[in-house]
T-cell receptor, first 118, second 112 residues
Framework: GAGVSQSPSNKVTEKGKDVELRCDPI?????LYWYRQSLGQGLEFLIY????????KSGLPSDRFSAERTGGSVSTLTIQRTQQEDSAVYLCASSLARGTTSLGDEQFFGPGTRLTVL | DQQVKQNSPSLSVQEGRISILNCDYT??????FLWYKKYPAEGPTFLIS?????DKNEDGRFTVFLNKSAKHLSLHIVPSQPGDSAVYFCAADKTGANNLFFGTGTRLTVIP
């Protein structure tokens, strides 16, 4: 498939453990985004990558959250010492670049990873 | 601080009737608005958008209306079909932003 893929689709972990969430963007897409959807909330922006660099980390909720992207492709979102409030669906999206029209017209989302912290 | 709001968490409509989903925003710098549709276990998919220089955009059964003075937009689906049952997210964009700003979503159920 040519879409954005994410793994795992579901992750259950115990409070205090570290988790890694993976995103494989569409081939050739230079921009990659992580969002989080908590229960009853909209999609909350976490971080944006252009290539391998992250010019905008403003949405990361705490220093327990980090992300990296290697080779301009795969990205990993890491949550250390997970807390129950981290339980959410984590969505990744990619786009070719920040175009002249709206960002959203070009943004393709993966199916998400549902994280449950017990 | 929720800059994009969808105050109706759910909506039920009879098949064939019109569905109207509403969205309000607070940031006057937003210059582009979008609707996404999300099925369970799938990511959101882009549905329709509108630039702030317009007040209406139509695409088949879907029409988005924008009222800038009221900072309000709505999505009309007519006629509604059972396959339209999904969660609909309103989103806003502003020039130079690196991310979209999403509402909390409205779950639409179209009853056959």
């Amino acid at each position: 498939g040519a879409g954005v893929s994410q793994s795992p689709s579901n992750k259950v972990t115990e409070k205090g453990k570290d988790v890694e969430l993976r995103c494989d963007p569409i081939s050739g897409h230079t921009a990659l985004y992580w969002y989080r959807q908590s229960l009853g909330q909209g999609l909350e922006f976490l971080i944006y990558f252009q290539g391998n660099s992250a010019p905008d980390k403003s949405g990361l909720p705490s220093d327990r959250f980090s992300a990296e992207r290697t080779g301009g492709s795969v990205s990993t979102l890491t949550i250390q010492r997970t807390q129950q409030e981290d339980s959410a669906v984590y969505l990744c999206a990619s786009s070719l670049a920040r175009g002249t029209t709206s960002l959203g017209d070009e943004q393709f989302f993966g199916p998400g990873t549902r994280l449950t912290v017990l | 601080d929720q800059q994009v709001k969808q105050n109706s968490p759910s909506l039920s409509v009879q098949e064939g009737r019109i569905s109207i989903l509403n969205c309000d925003y607070t940031n006057s710098m937003f210059d582009y608005f979008l609707w996404y549709k999300k099925y369970p276990a799938e990511g959101p998919t882009f549905l329709i958008s509108i630039s702030s220089i317009k007040d209406k955009n139509e695409d088949g059964r879907f029409t988005v209306f924008l009222n800038k003075s009221a900072k309000h937009l709505s999505l009309h689906i007519v006629p509604s079909q059972p396959g339209d049952s999904a969660v609909y997210f309103c989103a806003a964009d502003k020039t130079g932003a690196n991310n979209l700003f999403f509402g909390t979503g409205t779950r639409l159920t179209v009853i056959p």
